[in-house]
């Protein structure tokens, strides 16, 4: 694909953080955009701050939507086709996640089931509705947001964080799957898959929302969730940047951090060691800095605390 202008794109998660900045970086190239998000007034600014960016002809709209209700997301599609007069879409970003039910045995059956259904049905839900619409494009490119979580299934010593990966290694696998499913029955629509490491977004105050938590008392949970937005190594931007750069390209797996490289590099090269965490930083420590290192399993600290603080 040598660029994004003319084409109509869809994003879910858009109200914030990664999804945000995919928005704003595709209308700033001439793509259309819909965008979706559950917190309709995060989606509205999102449109109103990407429709400004934006040249003359382009449109984004905002549609409110939570991915883990299959009829929400067939109500996005049709939504999205009537605000953009249009009969088909060339991009799909499924983007949209939260966390929470780290625990399967300690975590309540609703919380986990809650981050479950959005970071996994969600994705499918999204899938089953929209590759009709990229089928009819002749170009498409579905995008599908799992994470470093979906190669490696905990957060560090004492730190399980179940459901999420669950969710993550089904989207990791359901892309895969799809690469020759896809090549066989609608070589027109292509494949990819991003696995973000430690990203400043506000997805540890997403998370407390999404699954009703109220708002922190303690100045101290306050400050972890600002620490994980301001002190990650790579902005939302910057990642949004690696993104699209990779769609572009034509890759189907999007590493996206120097964090996620090195994780990814220490699991594929001793597998067996992938919960053995202290091989794995030594072996994390052979393709990334010490400093960059240390600050993946500090930030990864700072997000279980900060879900467990909101049980």
């Given at each position: 694909?040598?660029?994004?202008?003319?084409?109509?794109?869809a994003v879910t998660g858009g109200g914030s953080g990664i999804g945000r900045e995919l928005v704003r970086q595709l209308a700033g190239e001439g793509c259309s955009v819909a965008a979706c998000d559950w917190n309709t007034a995060a989606i509205a600014n999102t449109a109103a701050m990407a429709q400004a960016g934006a040249p003359d002809g382009v449109r984004v709209s905002s549609h409110a939507c939570d991915v883990s209700d299959e009829g929400q997301v067939q109500r996005f599609?049709?939504?999205?086709?009537?605000?953009?007069?249009?009969?088909?879409?060339?991009?799909?970003?499924?983007?949209?996640?939260?966390?929470?039910?780290?625990?399967?045995?300690?975590?309540?059956?609703?919380?986990?089931?809650?981050?479950?259904?959005?970071?996994?049905?969600?994705?499918?839900?999204?899938?089953?509705?929209?590759?009709?619409?990229?089928?009819?494009?002749?170009?498409?490119?579905?995008?599908?947001?799992?994470?470093?979580?979906?190669?490696?299934?905990?957060?560090?010593?004492?730190?399980?964080?179940?459901?999420?990966?669950?969710?993550?290694?089904?989207?990791?696998?359901?892309?895969?799957?799809?690469?020759?499913?896809?090549?066989?029955?609608?070589?027109?629509?292509?494949?990819?898959?991003?696995?973000?490491?430690?990203?400043?977004?506000?997805?540890?105050?997403?998370?407390?929302?999404?699954?009703?938590?109220?708002?922190?008392?303690?100045?101290?949970?306050?400050?972890?969730?600002?620490?994980?937005?301001?002190?990650?190594?790579?902005?939302?931007?910057?990642?949004?940047?690696?993104?699209?750069?990779?769609?572009?390209?034509?890759?189907?797996?999007?590493?996206?951090?120097?964090?996620?490289?090195?994780?990814?590099?220490?699991?594929?090269?001793?597998?067996?060691?992938?919960?053995?965490?202290?091989?794995?930083?030594?072996?994390?420590?052979?393709?990334?800095?010490?400093?960059?290192?240390?600050?993946?399993?500090?930030?990864?600290?700072?997000?279980?605390?900060?879900?467990?603080?909101?049980?």
């Open positions: 694909m040598d660029g994004f202008a003319a084409k109509l794109a599609r049709d939504e999205l086709l009537r605000a953009h007069a249009a009969d088909h879409v060339d991009l799909v970003f499924s983007n949209a996640g939260i966390g929470g039910g780290a625990s399967f045995l300690e975590s309540t059956r609703e919380e986990w089931e809650r981050t479950f259904a959005v970071d996994w049905w969600g994705t499918y839900y999204v899938a089953r509705t929209f590759l009709p619409l990229l089928i009819a494009s002749g170009d498409g490119v579905l995008v599908n947001t799992s994470s470093v979580n979906g190669f490696w299934a905990s957060l560090g010593p004492g730190m399980p964080n179940s459901a999420y990966a669950t969710a993550k290694f089904a989207v990791k696998g359901f892309t895969e799957a799809l690469i020759e499913d896809l090549r066989t029955n609608a070589p027109q629509v292509r494949v990819a898959v991003v696995m973000p490491g430690h990203v400043g977004t506000d997805i540890l105050a997403n998370t407390r929302r999404a699954h009703g938590t109220p708002e922190p008392e303690d100045a101290s949970a306050v400050r972890v969730e600002t620490a994980f937005r301001e002190k990650a190594p790579l902005t939302a931007a910057a990642a949004a940047t690696i993104i699209l750069d990779g769609v572009r390209s034509g890759a189907w797996r999007i590493l996206v951090g120097t964090d996620a490289k090195a994780l990814d590099a220490a699991v594929r090269a001793r597998p067996e060691a992938a919960y053995d965490y202290a091989k794995l930083a030594v072996a994390a420590a052979k393709t990334a800095a010490e400093a960059q290192a240390s600050n993946w399993f500090a930030s990864i600290r700072s997000l279980v605390d900060s879900l467990t603080h909101s049980d």
